[in-house]
């Protein structure tokens, strides 16, 4: 499982990698912050221009997008399961 740094100003986070996708042009990562066992995860989406150095995230928040995606990982892997 791949693991990542988020930077948020004076603080960093590091998340694993579950699963990602491209929906519609965008691409969207599947994270949690343990590597194994149950844990939250979190969807997060790409804002990030080609020209960018490092990729810049958000979560996902909007309610309509949020379970279109999760519904789409929840596809994806048949043997986690995605609680909204």
Do not use: R, W
Not at 45 to 59: G, P
């Amino acid at each position: 499982m791949e693991k990542i740094k988020f930077q948020f100003d004076d603080d960093a986070v590091d998340f694993y990698v579950i699963e990602e996708t491209k929906i519609n042009g965008i691409n969207y990562i599947l994270v949690t912050e343990e590597e194994e066992g149950d844990a939250d995860a979190f969807i997060l989406k790409d804002l990030s221009d080609v020209e960018d150095e490092e990729a810049i995230y958000e979560m996902v928040e909007e309610e309509e997008e949020l379970e279109y995606v999760s519904n789409i990982f929840s596809e994806i892997l048949d043997d986690i399961e995605i609680q909204k």
